[in-house]
């Protein structure tokens, strides 16, 4: 019995999310905000090839897919000014899989920390791959 209970309470530990509040955007939100001409600041996680076969209009390519190392914490500071110099809304956007979503998690405390209010701060909810308007969408189709 103490076997079992141990087990799950890893299990647990180790499928959990970490308790940390963060502003999820559904894409459908997100669309009306672009379609009805509120400025935001889209931050894109990707990987800069695949940045490049698909994001959102208007993103900005950071290629900061996991936002673990100093490299990729100064790529989204490069975002910084122009997020700082306004009031608009921050949306991160990720690449997909559970390492996308970590990035994404890793981002939105990263500009926390650096003093964006969290009011400002989304993360689009399912990344990427949950982003379906095609019409708000650049593609390279080579």
Same mark, same amino acid.
């Given at each position: 019995?103490?076997?079992?209970?141990?087990?799950?309470?890893?299990?647990?530990?180790?499928?959990?999310?970490?308790?940390?509040?963060? +502003?999820?955007?559904?894409?459908?939100?997100?669309?009306?905000?672009?379609?009805?001409?509120?400025?935001?600041?889209?931050?894109?996680?990707?990987?800069?090839?695949?940045?490049?076969?698909?994001?959102?209009?208007?993103?900005?390519?950071? +290629?900061?897919?996991?936002?673990?190392?100093?490299?990729?914490?100064?790529?989204?500071?490069?975002?910084?000014?122009?997020?700082?110099?306004?009031?608009?809304?921050?949306?991160?956007?990720?690449?997909?899989?559970?390492?996308?979503?970590?990035?994404?998690?890793?981002?939105?405390?990263?500009?926390?920390?650096?003093?964006?209010?969290?009011?400002?701060?989304?993360?689009?909810?399912?990344?990427?791959?949950?982003?379906?308007?095609? +019409?708000?969408?650049?593609?390279?189709?080579?």
């Amino acid at each position: 019995m103490k076997t079992a209970l141990a087990v799950l309470c890893m299990a647990l530990l180790f499928f959990s999310v970490p308790a940390v509040a963060q +502003n999820y955007l559904e894409p459908e939100v997100l669309k009306q905000w672009l379609e009805g001409g509120r400025s935001v600041i889209l931050i894109d996680l990707q990987p800069s090839d695949a940045f490049r076969q698909r994001h959102i209009r208007g993103s900005v390519m950071t +290629n900061a897919y996991s936002v673990k190392s100093v490299e990729q914490q100064d790529m989204l500071d490069t975002a910084l000014p122009a997020i700082k110099s306004s009031d608009r809304a921050v949306v991160i956007i990720h690449a997909p899989g559970k390492m996308g979503r970590i990035g994404a998690g890793n981002a939105y405390e990263h500009y926390r920390s650096r003093g964006v209010a969290e009011r400002r701060l989304f993360i689009l909810n399912g990344g990427i791959d949950n982003w379906s308007y095609e +019409n708000l969408t650049e593609t390279n189709k080579e």
